[in-house]
């Protein structure tokens, strides 16, 4: 079983910046697809970035350009840049692995105000 531990989230103001991690239990070479959602309350959940063994990325429109889904495997960790941050990004954001099943880290909150 995987276990998925988040950190990086606070309070930041609009414009500012911020820097998920994820860091996995296991080598995370074994682990071809790792994802991060966010929900806001009131909200669906979001598939926010997504990135494959093979270096592929693909992003929510609504963060384009704005952030920044990356993973380092030497240190079973995913990150997530979060730049130029809106008050809409505010919500709890989860990292998610497949690794024969689905895992999903317990989330980290990020508060975008002024």
């Known amino acids: 079983q995987v276990q998925l531990v988040e950190s990086g989230g606070g309070l930041v103001q609009p414009g500012g910046s911020l820097k998920l991690s994820c860091t996995a239990s296991?080598?995370?070479?074994?682990?071809?697809?790792m994802r991060w959602y966010r929900q806001a309350p009131g909200k669906q959940r979001e598939l926010v970035a997504s990135?494959?063994?093979?270096?592929?990325?693909n992003y929510a429109d609504s963060v384009k350009g704005r952030f920044t889904i990356s993973r380092d495997n030497a240190k079973n960790t995913m990150y997530l840049q979060m730049n130029s941050l809106k008050t809409e990004d505010t919500a709890v954001y989860r990292c998610?692995?497949?690794?024969?099943?689905?895992?999903w880290g317990q989330g980290t909150q990020v508060t975008v105000s002024s």
């Open positions: 296991q080598n995370i070479s074994s682990l071809r697809v």
């Open positions: 998610y692995v497949w690794g024969g099943s689905d895992y």
């Open positions: 990135i494959i063994n093979s270096g592929t990325t």
